[in-house]
């Protein structure tokens, strides 16, 4: 089981990641702040300072069309916010 699903890329992150070297990643709902540690420092070969982590919800909606209403829910996932050394980065475009 990867522990890493895959990066964010958002604009709010992306402010994080510039001001205080903070990097966004939506992680297996069953990992926790140290195995999420360890995944980064592997995968990435940085120092990890501190990991936040957060259950985000799903979104629910309701769309009222010609045919009826329809109810859509987005999926819920884990995402941890890593705090890397200063003076190390993630470059998430290399392999682009």
């Known amino acids: 089981m990867s522990i890493i699903i895959k990066p964010i890329v ?3 992150v992306t402010r994080q990641t510039e ?3 903070r990097y966004g990643f939506v992680v297996s ?3 926790n702040k140290v195995e999420i540690k360890k ?3 592997a995968a990435y070969g ?3 300072v501190g990991v936040n982590t957060m259950n985000v919800r799903p979104d629910r909606s309701v769309k009222y069309t010609k045919s009826g209403m ?3 829910k987005t999926n819920a996932f884990k995402k941890a ?3 890397v050394k200063e003076g190390d980065t993630i ?3 290399n392999n682009i």
């Open 10 to 12: 958002t604009e709010k």
């Open 19 to 21: 001001l205080s070297n």
């Open 29 to 31: 709902k069953k990992s």
């Open 39 to 41: 995944a980064v420092e």
């Open 46 to 48: 940085v120092t990890v």
């Open 70 to 72: 329809i109810s859509a």
């Open 81 to 83: 916010i890593v705090e």
């Open 91 to 93: 470059d998430f475009y």
